[in-house]
């Protein structure tokens, strides 16, 4: 039996045909997408799983229990699109400042986008395109990022 890592860093360099063959031979199905990364990662997560067990009695019993507790419509006419909110979402009311060429600036996240001196901009960055007449990062130009060290 091959070491694991192997086996992985094999997937990693399969083209996708061998993706997808390897892919119904693990699964049993054909995939649901050809993006090769998807592929060689849920192939890995499977025979990981296989060689090594996956999850606890415990940990899927828990999971049954909070799945259990999920109140979600049932139905096709029923379905909403649920979209998973982002890692750094901002909520709507918060403001933002800086002070650029002695002037304090002022943005406040509002549904939609930042609103800026009475119009609403997309992105912090557009905000900051409009002050300075060039790109910039919004969230850098308001200080909500540190420029990564080099």
Not at 66 to 93: D, K
Not at 101 to 129: H, N
């Amino acid at each position: 039996m091959k070491p694991i890592s192997k086996e992985i860093a094999d997937l990693r360099r399969m083209g996708v045909p061998e993706l997808v063959e390897r892919y119904i031979a693990v699964f049993g199905k054909l995939p649901r997408t050809k993006n090769p990364t998807w592929l060689w990662r849920k192939i890995a997560w499977k025979i990981q799983e296989q060689r090594f067990g996956g999850l606890s009695q415990a940990a899927k019993e828990r999971l049954e229990e909070l799945i259990a507790e999920l109140e979600l419509p049932i139905g096709r006419e029923n379905r909403a699109i649920v979209r998973a909110p982002r890692r750094r979402e901002i909520t709507p009311g918060t403001t933002v400042s800086r002070v650029w060429k002695d002037r304090e600036l002022r943005a406040t996240s509002v549904e939609g986008g930042w609103e800026y001196e009475g119009t609403v901009y997309r992105s912090l960055s557009a905000i900051a395109e409009h002050i300075t007449g060039s790109h910039w990062n919004g969230r850098h130009f308001f200080g909500l990022t540190k420029r990564k060290a080099q």
